[in-house]
């Protein structure tokens, strides 16, 4: 079953622009993953945020953290073509080794 | 490092037949896991390895599924008595639980399964 749901299920933006999309999950977690999908291709880690932690940054990449609201954020700064993908949220519980996925957001970059 | 990679990348069966993928994990990872992605939907777990061990499975993996993972290397998924509902991506992902990045999975192409 599905951890959580992302919102929204699908985002389209201009190039340069700036992408933001959002995954609720349901129960504790030990950390939040994301991952992009390319048609085609597999699922590629992005970035980790673990419990303790309330923002994250790599590159163009910000994730935001809010285990009060069980949610967290993903900001796509200045967005390229490239980055047109799926996006999942991912959490991992306490002593549970497996990942938990959203249900993904379909991010289309109008170049 | 090259990678996981998984073989078949595509198979088309007839319900009722049985199938097997494999899996061929990142050399010297420890943990090997198996996921099934319907169109539309993210990932779902079935099954882990820690080296040769299945260490957990999930009630999506019926009595007709079973994964191996032998020698701690490579790992394979057979699905006996394939159904329709089987039809799916089925991704397969490494990890090393020795390394401080041990959280990241990284996943392989997948093998897209189509039972007819």
């Known amino acids: 079953s599905q951890q959580g749901e992302e919102d929204p299920q699908a985002l389209s933006i201009q190039e340069g622009e700036n992408a933001t999309m959002n995954c609720s999950y349901k129960?504790?977690?030990?950390?939040l993953q994301w991952y992009r999908q390319n048609s085609g291709r597999g699922l590629v880690h992005l970035i980790l945020?673990?419990?303790?932690?309330r923002e994250k940054h790599s590159g163009r990449l910000r994730v935001t953290l809010d285990t009060s609201k069980k949610s967290s954020s993903l900001l796509i700064t200045a967005s390229r073509a490239a980055d047109t993908a799926s996006y999942f949220c991912?959490?991992?519980?306490?002593?549970?080794?497996?990942?938990?996925f959203g249900t993904g957001t379909r991010l289309t970059i109008i170049p | 490092d090259t990678g996981v990679s998984q073989n078949p990348r595509h198979k088309i069966t007839k319900r009722g037949q049985n199938v097997t993928f494999r899996c061929d994990p990142i050399s010297e990872h420890n943990r090997l896991y198996w996921y099934r992605q319907t169109l539309g939907q993210g990932p779902e777990f079935l099954t882990y390895?820690?080296?040769?061990?299945?260490?957990?499975k999930s009630r999506l993996l019926s009595d007709r599924f079973s994964a191996e993972r032998p020698k701690g290397s490579f790992s394979t998924l057979e699905i006996q008595r394939t159904e329709q509902g089987d039809s799916a991506m089925y991704l397969c992902?490494?990890?090393?639980?020795?390394?401080?990045?041990?959280?990241?999975?990284?996943f392989g192409p997948g093998t897209r399964l189509t039972v007819l």
């Open positions: 390895f820690q080296n040769e061990a299945q260490l957990e």
């Open positions: 992902a490494s990890s090393d639980l020795r390394k401080s990045s041990y959280n990241e999975q990284f």
């Open positions: 991912a959490t991992r519980s306490f002593g549970n080794e497996k990942l938990t």
């Open positions: 129960t504790s977690i030990n950390n």
């Open positions: 945020i673990r419990s303790n932690e």
